[in-house]
């Protein structure tokens, strides 16, 4: 048994922490914040082995030029004269190439099934009851470019061996007979499942406490003690740590953590932000709105819309013209729905961790042979959660990797 100090409380540090106890090892999870806000309480809730194409997509430089300029975009690029985002944008650009794109396809599909199945283990164990739904998701498209767009996709994914189908108004409607779609049609991914952000969060963290996995919450990590090229102890700003092994899951602050240890994990912060409508919808299916990149999920009790991918540092900052992008977008997609003053009021964000060619880094680096990472999962965060934390726990007790973590070795170049 070994003592494992976990970085980060978010999705990816929850998993990995349930994985490692699962494993019999001694777990303490520390975080600066208070554990209940971030991306991983206000994200879609998608599992998605649909999402085979990684943000780091040919054309999106050009979209995001074009877009820089246009704070409501789904993709905004804030520009700045900072060295590291200098550094991530060009690595970002060599990424953006159809040959790496291609590459990454069978990989990221590989990982979310897996993510997907994890889930549902989880689910038939009856350690927790959360709201788990496999009903696909539906791509809504209003013009018949994005819709020739997204059917590219979906042939993609055949060819991966997903279930996907092309469907006109009138059979995408038949989908959502409580709603009146102003579409020109979809595509329908029947692999995909959605969840409650929140209430799995809440479970697992009741049944880790529950389990003896300790929670330093409201700390910061403002050192790391190094001895032989180990850490030997992790510093707070109220206690010391001694471990035997580390896991770096701090999403978006990762790389201020480890700076200490040269090592160099290029992520930007990519903020989301969501809007939750507590009345009834009529909506049944998960949904993204193809042009305007909202996502929409039936949860529990609620609907919730989210979106937008805002590159522009650490911060929490609400801007109110993205959060009306995403309300306008909901009312264009679904005739006869407003979102409200209020619910636009009540809207959060989160910090996503972005990878400059959007595969996360898991793994061990050579900079330090007991640190683990596991970090930059982007907007797959949610879907990768216990697969990340299943293959963190197989590194760190010598077992045999449940996937391949070649593609995501933390030290790879760009």
Partial sequence: MKKVVVIGGGIIGLCSAYYLHKEGHEVIVVDKSKMNGGASYVNAGYITPSHIIPLSAPGMITKGLKWMFNASSPFYVKPRMDLDFLKWGWA??????????????????????????????????????????????????????????????????????????????????KFEPDVNLDVKGSVYFD??????????????????????????SEEKVEDLTISEGKIAEVITDRRTLKTDEVVLAAGSWSPKVVKKLGLKIPIQAGKGYRINVNRTTGIKLPAILVEAKVAVTPMSGFTRFAGTMEIGGINHDIN???????????????????????????????????????????????????????????MMGWSLGPATGKVVSEIISDKKLSISLDPFHPDRTF
């Fill in 92 to 173: 970002f650009k060599k990424s953006a190439k159809r040959a790496k794109v291609d590459k990454a396809i069978p990989v990221i599909k590989d990982f979310n099934i897996l993510g997907r199945d994890l889930y549902e283990a989880m689910k038939s164990a009856n350690e927790f009851d959360f709201h788990y739904e496999r009903n696909g998701l539906l791509m809504l498209c209003k013009t018949e470019k994005a819709l020739e767009e997204e059917w590219k996709v979906g042939q993609r994914a055949i060819s991966e061996g997903l279930n996907v189908v092309a469907l006109n108004k009138e059979e995408t409607q």
């Fill in 320 to 378: 109110p013209v993205r959060v009306n992008a995403i309300a306008n977008a909901a009312s264009a997609y679904y005739n006869g729905l407003k979102i409200t003053e209020d619910e636009k009021a009540a809207a959060a964000c989160g910090l996503r961790p972005c990878t400059p060619d959007g595969l996360p880094f898991i793994g061990r680096s050579s900079k330090c042979s007991n640190l683990t990472v596991a970090t930059g999962h982007a």
């Fill in 191 to 216: 692999c995909d499942a959605h969840m409650t952000p929140t209430e799995f969060m809440e479970q697992m963290k009741s049944y880790l406490s529950s389990s003896g996995v300790v929670f330093h």
